[in-house]
């Protein structure tokens, strides 16, 4: 089921379900409290549905993952009692369904999720998304946004401040939040540096 949920989307692949999974076992051992079932079901099944982030119905792709897990892992016999918890965190761990997660499973999914956003992976992945949408690199002359408007709809470098720089505030647990912060230090750093040789060094 797990490599089903990716297509041809190298960013949403199988490889990005382990490295989900993972990191939610990291955030696990901080919560002893959270059913590790759960979340390990959550980590692999969440992008079951993995709609393009231009589709007009992209914020419903967690909900249409959660019930299409629902009804996979019924029909395999898993803990019916464990359903909805499951179902909860596959739904509110997609940024743009904006579902606040109620329960630790969900949070430890969320941040799961959203940590492989950040630090060297979530930059491949950034501009292989946004290659695939057709954005350029980075404005031309003012890669830092410095006078003008930021736009990560149009320049790749720019949804390293727009979103990515926003996501350690955002994480549920801690340890997420410690975790974030530690791989957001590295996008900056290349941010800076990827400007620097942009337009020249001395530009700078």
Known sequence: MAAAAADN???????????????????????????PVVVM??????????????DPARA???RRSALLAREQLA??????D????????IEAHSFSAAIAPTTIEARIVQDADR??????????RMFYVSGRLG?????????????????DGAYSLDHIVVKLAKLPEMMQTEAGRAMANA?????????????AEWIGEASI
């Not at 079901?41 to 231009?54: G, I, Q, R, T, W």
């Not at 791989?183 to 400007?195: D, N, Q, S, Y």
Request: proline share 5%.
């Open 60 to 62: 419903q792709a967690s």
């Open 9 to 35: 989307d190298g960013a949403h692949d199988a490889s990005h379900l382990e490295r989900v999974w993972r990191s939610a076992e990291a955030l696990l051992a901080h919560h002893p409290e959270a059913d």
């Open 183 to 195: 791989r957001l230090g590295k996008l900056l750093v290349f941010r800076k540096e990827f400007a």
């Open 41 to 54: 079901a959550a980590s692999y099944l969440h992008d079951l549905v993995n709609l393009p982030k231009d």
């Open 135 to 151: 954005r350029a690199l980075a404005h031309p002359s003012d890669p830092l946004a410095l006078e003008r408007a930021l736009d």
């Open 82 to 89: 464990r359903l909805d918890a499951v179902a909860h965190a």
């Open 115 to 124: 940590l492989d956003a950040l630090g060297a992976v979530g930059l491949a």
């Open 75 to 80: 029909r395999r016999g898993f803990p019916e």
